[in-house]
């Protein structure tokens, strides 16, 4: 069985991934495909408890760098949201 990579989310632009990859949208981007990967993993594989664990700290550390953008820039948030299909926005 071989199994093949899907593409990484091209959200950002060619230029932006060669030069920002430690910035903080990039960060979450990675984040949020080895999220979807370990998802995809644990739909077969219920019981790999560390699998589990690696989520779990995967997602809080997606959660903290999500924070830290909505209170640098708010506006590349609510984009970088949408984009991902990540949350509902909250609408007052």
Do not use: A, C, W
């Not at 990859?21 to 408890?49: A, C, M, P, W």
């Not at 640098?72 to 609510?78: C, D």
Request: glycine share 4%.
């Amino acid at each position: 069985m071989v199994k093949k990579k899907k593409p990484f989310i091209s959200i950002i632009s060619d230029e932006e991934k060669e030069e920002n990859k430690g910035s903080v949208v990039f960060q979450i981007l990675s984040l949020t495909n080895r999220i979807r990967k370990l998802s995809s993993h644990l739909e077969l594989h219920r019981k790999d408890y560390l699998s589990q664990r690696g989520l779990r700290k995967i997602l809080g550390k997606r959660q903290r760098m999500l924070s830290y953008l909505s209170k640098k820039n708010g506006i590349r948030y609510k984009e970088l949201i949408n984009k991902l299909d990540i949350r509902e926005l909250k609408t007052r």
